[in-house]
């Protein structure tokens, strides 16, 4: 008997038409795809489509929050939605990643030649929208540190091992702390380079500075505070004096960058400062 797969897809006020070229991509290569909404403005728009476009599908099953718990708070619910459904693993995308034809019957023919309890997650190679291959080479499988949640292919018995995702976080970094919890656990994460992902991570712009290329995220500063917060408090939870001193580094450096190339440079550098208090306090 095959063990059950599941895609979970978290939402927040998704772009409707890509969420349908997501589900689309992904709803005949599972048993299950689970849909955990955070709180969108646009949920009218959301259950409208997917009755008109899936309403006949007994695999979709879609939970939907009032408020915006956090992507750590979102993927637990697609965890124990699949835990309720004897699934095994879970592959995780974000809103709008759209994935191959072939990915899920690529990572099970590469997790049925392993020895499956060793392993944590099997993740591709990330290749951004604006600037190519982020992570990994497409002629190497190798075993890594750290992984990004989207695209990744979860064992739920791993998962259950560690309680889960650390909601403290809300986001940034939640699924960098679930690879290291893993690993500490004896799992291991492997990255197949021959399954890519089309991902976009911020809004990439690339700019020369002292004979250097430099990639600039371009993120919010909601997403700025939280970035520098969690660093600090993942260093904070796993008792790293050294990376909490190289994090006062890596805030220098963050700063620089936002004063360099940035737009909004006042309101973004008032978010690193508070994440970076509320992040040695938490």
Not at 120 to 142: F, S, Y
Not at 147 to 167: H, K, R, V, Y
Not at 193 to 201: D, F
């Amino acid at each position: 008997m095959k063990d059950l797969t599941a895609a979970g897809i978290v939402l927040y006020n998704p772009d409707i038409n890509r969420m349908k070229e997501n589900i689309n991509a992904i709803i005949n290569q599972v048993d299950y795809v689970i849909l955990v909404d955070n709180g969108s403005k646009n949920k009218s728009d959301i259950e409208a489509s997917i009755e008109h476009s899936f309403h006949n599908s007994d695999k979709l099953i879609i939970n939907f929050s009032q408020k915006n718990n956090g992507i750590a708070w979102a993927l637990n619910q697609i965890f124990k939605i699949a835990e309720e459904q004897s699934v095994k693993w879970v592959l995780t995308l974000d809103q709008d990643s759209v994935c191959p034809s072939d990915i899920i019957e690529s990572y099970i023919k590469y997790s049925s030649s392993i020895s499956k309890n060793k392993i944590g997650i099997l993740c591709p190679t990330i290749v951004d929208k604006n600037a190519g291959i982020l992570e990994g080479d497409v002629h190497k499988t190798e075993e890594i540190k750290r992984c990004i949640t989207s695209g990744s292919f979860t064992s739920l018995a791993a998962w259950a091992q560690l309680d889960g995702f650390d909601e403290k976080m809300f986001i940034d970094g939640v699924d960098f702390d679930f690879c290291d919890r893993l690993r500490m656990n004896g799992y291991k994460i492997i990255r197949i380079g021959s399954i890519s992902l089309t991902h976009e991570l911020g809004k990439i712009t690339t700019h020369r500075f002292l004979f250097k290329t430099v990639k600039v995220q371009n993120h919010s500063a909601l997403r700025k505070y939280y970035i520098v917060r969690n660093r600090f408090y993942l260093s904070r939870k796993e008792k790293n004096a050294f990376a909490i001193l190289t994090s006062f580094f890596f805030v220098i450096k963050f700063s620089a960058t936002i004063v360099l190339f940035e737009k909004n440079r006042r309101k973004k550098l008032k978010a690193v400062f508070k994440g970076m208090c509320d992040g040695l306090k938490l």
